[in-house]
């Protein structure tokens, strides 16, 4: 790892991120230092076994006879407010020190959401939003999980956001809360070789469109210095390692390149929120992957931002990457390289993706007066539907 990416890694403050199986051994000193006596930890049904972080952890664990390890692994993809509650009842009744959360985006956020609710109170319907427990309680600091990611993509690992489904309305919300900002994360390549070809595809394709709509978010670049730098990091890696990882799972520098780049695109957007893809594609779980519709939505939303000066000029420090002498090209040699991947050509390979839902999103997506205007290019309310609806039909 060359100097320059190690301080991009280590200049993010809100995450300690250690990085490599080596540093595992790190986890125990988090634990000797916080008097910890019982750790609850939060998994998938399957993957934390599969990947052998759960067996690492307890590995770790065995020279700390005095703490006691509970575990919940019941957490599917896409968690629910149901899920939550039942992570609730299970963190009552054993009341842990810690939180440890081992799997992919939704173990994390599932495992973030209900370690905030749990100590801060109520019910998960108080803190949809952005920082709802923060800005009534300034002065009061929540214990945060300790994330071992298994999946290359999501950047739970490093940011304040936790997708959780309600089904009632058939829709992900989004908690966004600084205090839920995992404390440690244990980035190991080697828990992410589990991952077949379609996991990996998706979940790289997630980290990469966060890369690209942080980059090109212009006008949320005084946020946060080193986010454009992390962004081209990012995009760097994935391009030139997610088709490797794709198609052959042990190879050991691809899943490195790739879990650097998922952490970096995660840290991106802590400051640099996504667009339009990611707010188009909030009710389609369980329809199509996440990773896979965010970038199949990115083509024509990124073609709307083009028409922003400033994003087409910053559109073009991507040609290097992705090739083109024109913003339109850059934006072409992105879908060429989706194809290099496997990703289908379009939202209509999907049967799940019907004209009554793509008319359902973009009304309700209008709804969302904030992601509307923080898109690199914003998007005026008044159009929001008809310009939703256009980027929409050409993702088809």
């Known amino acids: 790892m060359n100097i320059e990416l190690v301080e991009l890694l280590e200049k993010y403050t809100d995450t300690a991120l250690i990085f490599g199986s080596e540093r595992m051994i790190m986890i125990q000193e988090v634990f000797y230092q916080s008097d910890t006596r019982k750790i609850a930890v939060f998994s998938g049904g399957e993957s934390a076994d599969r990947s052998g972080a759960f067996a690492e952890l307890m590995k770790k664990l065995s020279i700390l006879p005095q703490i006691q390890v509970v575990r919940f692994n019941a957490i599917k993809p896409e968690p629910t407010i149901e899920t939550v509650t039942q992570m609730l009842e299970f963190l009552k009744n054993e009341t842990p020190d810690e939180v440890v959360a081992i799997g992919g985006g939704s173990p994390l956020d599932a495992a973030k959401a209900a370690w905030l609710v749990h100590q801060a109170g ?83 394709c997630d980290a990469l469109a966060h890369a690209i709509e942080g980059f090109l978010n212009v006008g949320q670049d005084q946020v946060d210095s ?15 390692h997610l088709p490797v990882a794709i198609t052959d799972g042990n190879n050991h520098d691809a899943r490195s390149a790739m879990a650097i780049a998922a952490a970096l695109a995660g840290m991106v957007i802590r400051h640099k929120p996504t667009g339009l893809p990611h707010l188009c594609s909030f009710s389609w779980f369980e329809k199509i992957e996440h990773g896979i519709a965010v970038v199949l939505l990115l ?53 799940a993706i019907t004209e009554e839902l793509l008319r359902k999103t973009a009304n309700s997506a209008t709804q969302n007066k904030m992601k509307l205007e923080l898109a690199p290019r914003p998007v005026p309310l008044e159009q929001s539907e008809q310009i939703l609806s256009d980027i929409l039909q050409k993702s088809l």
């Not at 803190?127 to 739970?156: C, D, H, M």
């Not at 073009?316 to 913003?327: E, R, S, V, W, Y």
């Not at 934006?331 to 390289?337: E, N, P, Q």
């Not at 496997?342 to 049967?351: I, N, Q």
């Open 226 to 240: 080193f986010a454009n730098a992390r962004a081209l990091e990012a995009i760097s890696l994935i391009v030139k």
């Open 299 to 351: 083509p024509a939303a990124w073609r709307y931002y083009n028409e922003s000066s400033a994003v087409a000029t910053r559109t073009m420090q991507l040609a290097p990457i992705f090739g083109g002498n024109t913003p339109d090209e850059v934006v072409d040699g992105f879908r060429s390289f989706l194809s290099r991947c496997g990703v289908p050509d379009g939202l209509k390979t999907f049967p």
């Open 122 to 204: 109520g019910s998960i319907h108080d803190y949809f939003g952005v920082n709802r427990y923060s800005a009534e309680n300034p002065q009061r600091k929540l214990k945060k999980i300790i994330a071992i990611p298994t999946t290359a993509g999501t950047g739970s690992e490093a940011t304040p956001y936790s997708n959780i489904v309600d089904q009632a309305m058939q829709v992900k919300k989004l908690i966004s809360e600084t205090e839920i900002i995992p404390a440690y994360s244990f980035v190991v390549p080697e828990f992410t070789s589990s991952m077949p070809p379609s996991v990996t595809r998706a979940t790289g």
